[in-house]
T-cell receptor, first 112, second 113 residues
Framework: AQSVTQPDIHITVSEGASLELRCNYS??????LFWYVQSPGQGLQLLLK??????LVQGIKGFEAEFKRSQSSFNLRKPSVHWSDAAEYFC??????????FGTGTRLTVIP | DAGVIQSPRHEVTEMGQEVTLRCKPI?????LFWYRQTMMRGLELLIY????????DSGMPEDRFSAKMPNASFSTLKIQPSEPRDSAVYFC???????????FGEGSWLTVV
């Protein structure tokens, strides 16, 4: 069965520091993987997606993610975090018929 | 371009009342999804439609919940009667059947007191 695991419920980083949010998936076929961001009181905004090809994908707001099949991972990274990046981040996998399965989310706090 | 449009954005209602949430998908999209987000359960898929036809409603919590899609540009999620445990954010999302990127509305924030 397909599933997505985000092991970190809450991460706190200093502004300007680097960031890595972890995501592991379980899916029998080639996955389509996504990262969404949700700011307080807002909907979900697509940051980036991986379908095939280059395993390092670039997204909006300076984010990138790397697909590692051997580790079943799709970790999100940003070299220098800004205070406006504070939000909830969701990893998701498409499992047939466009059905998105979400991880439980990682809440990012940015301290000055 | 207009994204997925949901209404109302916020609703507070009394237990036992009927609640109707509305969604207008992105023009040209023919798959529509209803999700519910709570602190306890995270994001859950309630139901999705392809070409206005419900494909999988196994996520609908109980008979109090119903969803319809009378045409390609409109869908409703109805709760009757509402209960406090239905308090959540309800998201509508859409995509094309052949596409793989799902776009979300800004959500309807429901509070049942």
């Amino acid at each position: 069965a397909q599933s997505v695991t985000q092991p970190d419920i809450h991460i706190t980083v200093s502004e300007g520091a680097s960031l890595e949010l972890r995501c592991n998936y379980s899916y029998g076929a080639t996955p389509y993987l996504f990262w969404y961001v949700q700011s307080p009181g807002q909907g979900l905004q697509l940051l980036l997606k991986y379908f095939s090809g280059d395993t390092l994908v670039q997204g909006i707001k300076g984010f990138e993610a790397e697909f590692k099949r051997s580790q079943s991972s799709f970790n999100l990274r940003k070299p220098s975090v800004h205070w406006s990046d504070a939000a909830e981040y969701f990893c998701a996998v498409v499992a047939g018929a466009n059905n998105l399965f979400f991880g439980t989310g990682t809440r990012l706090t940015v301290i000055p | 371009d207009a994204g997925v449009i949901q209404s109302p954005r916020h609703e507070v209602t009394e237990m036992g009342q009927e609640v109707t949430l509305r969604c207008k998908p992105i023009s040209g999209h023919n798959s529509l999804f209803w999700y519910r987000q709570t602190m306890m359960r995270g994001l859950e898929l309630l139901i999705y439609f392809n070409n206005n036809v419900p494909i999988d409603d196994s996520g609908m919590p109980e008979d109090r919940f119903s969803a319809k899609m009378p045409n390609a540009s409109f869908s409703t999620l109805k709760i009757q009667p509402s209960e406090p445990r239905d308090s959540a954010v309800y998201f509508c999302a859409s995509t094309t059947i052949s596409g793989n990127t799902i776009y979300f509305g800004e959500g309807s924030w429901l509070t049942v007191v």
